[in-house]
């Protein structure tokens, strides 16, 4: 008579299956880094590392989202033809291409006519938020990663209350988890206020779900249509983690490009709630001379929408590259793009910051620092506070500030939206800006930076083979 196999032969003989069977799953639609990262973790721990891969391993939306993206790209088209005939933008040269690939990408074209104010003071950008809801007549619409309950958040709570009793229809979109601290009482306050408020990407055990680290990053706000704000800044105490103090950088826009904030807008409040709010999204008058183009990117989208544009602009640099990012964990194509930029003759600055907010990160993009410095990239890292800011200049050509860290996440798994500046006011506002950046930070010496323990080596490297899931 045969035996039957015992408990340990049988967990032996389910190991192998998984690891086999991963190996042809784990690849399919990834990039290699992280299929490589996937494989590895399944090899070792092949059961736990399937329950995870099950978790957070597809970066895909679901299937019903999908269909209500596609649903919404007559209302996206619209917008964009109106806002071409309105307002289109005069571009030549390598602005004229960096349009067109953006329109490609984002499906929302570049306009003329704009006034832009780039605001890197804290408070200022939630006073002129405020200032600009009590003068709201219509509608506000406010999209933020964070929305505290907080002293901060509650002057914006105010004012949205304030202008729902003027009978000013005014809509909230807040991340659960990046305001998991306070999603219950800030909801509770804007609900008592008056104000429609939706959970983006709620997790749901009941249908097909999304994966709960794939989060709608954006922070856009949008007044009456004709205001629109983009940048890094969420609404909540600049020093909301103890210790730690930050630094932001928001671009306040009026004309024709904030009939693109609007429909970003729109389309996620669709996307959550199948409601669409504006069937057709006015075009503001121009109110300046300022040419501005709106990426947004997603995993809605067939294609990274700021990893591909950054990309290939870092490849085509003549002179200088500024990048300022509180993360940075960049994919092969980018730390190639950037490595042959220096041996082109390009002088290419990153910045980031001193101040640590998130370890695992930390470690993993400081891996990165030697490879870089060796290749000739400047790195500085600022001083005294957290530089949340996300910008992005390429010679005095193109200026961007959003909401999109440069690193594997931003990239490819959440919801950002990018404020490209394509004429020389612009960029030029956005140099003023990152030279205050640069003058407020240390660069670091490659010999020193080689000096450190071999301790905090041996966390670099570790933290660095789980970066692609970053």
Not at 99 to 126: C, F, K, Q
Not at 219 to 237: H, R
Not at 329 to 341: F, N
Not at 359 to 377: N, R
């Amino acid at each position: 008579m045969t035996a039957l196999p015992s408990i340990g032969e049988i967990y032996y003989a389910a190991e192998w299956i998984i690891r086999l069977t991963m190996l042809a799953v784990v690849p399919l639609r990834r990039s290699p880094a992280a299929a490589a990262s996937w494989l590895l973790l399944i090899f070792f721990l092949p059961i736990p590392g399937l329950v995870l891969f099950l978790a957070i391993g597809s970066p895909r939306f679901p299937h019903w989202r999908a269909a209500r993206f596609e649903r919404l790209k007559p209302f996206v088209a619209d917008v964009a033809a109106r806002m071409r005939q309105a307002a289109p933008a005069a571009a030549d040269g390598m602005v004229r291409d960096i349009v067109a690939l953006a329109d490609r990408l984002g499906r929302l074209p570049a306009t003329s006519g704009n006034a832009v104010e780039l605001i890197d003071d804290y408070e200022a950008v939630i006073d002129r938020l405020v200032a600009d809801i009590d003068g709201a007549r219509r509608h506000v619409r406010l999209l933020a990663y964070i929305f505290a309950d907080d002293a901060t958040a509650g002057k914006v709570i105010a004012a949205l209350g304030r202008a729902v009793d003027r009978g000013v229809a005014c809509h909230v979109m807040v991340d659960p988890v990046g305001s998991h601290r306070w999603i219950k009482g800030t909801m509770r306050a804007l609900e008592a206020s008056g104000v429609r408020v939706r959970a983006v990407l709620p997790f749901r055990l009941w249908r097909e779900r999304t994966r709960r680290d794939m989060r709608n990053h954006r922070k856009l706000f949008i007044v009456d249509g004709e205001i629109g704000y983009a940048g890094s800044q969420n609404i909540v105490a600049r020093d909301f983690r103890p210790g730690v103090v930050n630094r932001e950088l928001v671009a306040r826009v009026t004309g024709p490009a904030v009939a693109a904030m609007a429909a970003i807008f729109v389309s996620d409040w669709y996307l959550e709630t199948e409601e669409l709010l504006d069937a057709a999204t006015a075009v503001p008058p121009r109110t300046g001379a300022a040419t501005l183009q709106v990426l947004p990117s997603s995993a809605d989208y067939a294609q990274e929408g700021f990893q591909t544009l950054m990309t290939w602009q870092v490849a085509a640099a003549r002179r200088e590259i500024v990048i300022v990012t509180p993360y940075l964990v960049p994919d092969e194509g980018l730390l190639g793009a950037l490595k042959t930029a220096v041996l082109r003759g390009v002088a290419v600055h990153v910045v980031v910051s001193a101040v640590v907010d998130q370890w695992l990160v930390s470690f993993a993009q400081s891996s990165y620092y030697d490879e870089l410095l060796s290749s000739g990239v400047h790195i500085h890292r600022y001083r005294d506070y957290l530089l949340h800011a996300k910008a992005v200049r390429v010679d005095d050509t193109l200026g961007i500030v959003g909401s999109s860290n440069v690193d594997i996440r931003s990239f490819r798994l959440n919801e950002e939206v990018s404020l490209l500046l394509l004429d020389h006011d612009g960029v030029q506002a956005l140099r003023r800006i990152q030279d205050a950046y640069l003058a407020a930070s240390d660069e670091i010496a490659l010999d020193a930076w080689r000096a450190r323990s071999g301790a905090r080596k041996l966390v670099e490297n570790g933290a660095r083979l789980v970066s692609p899931l970053l």
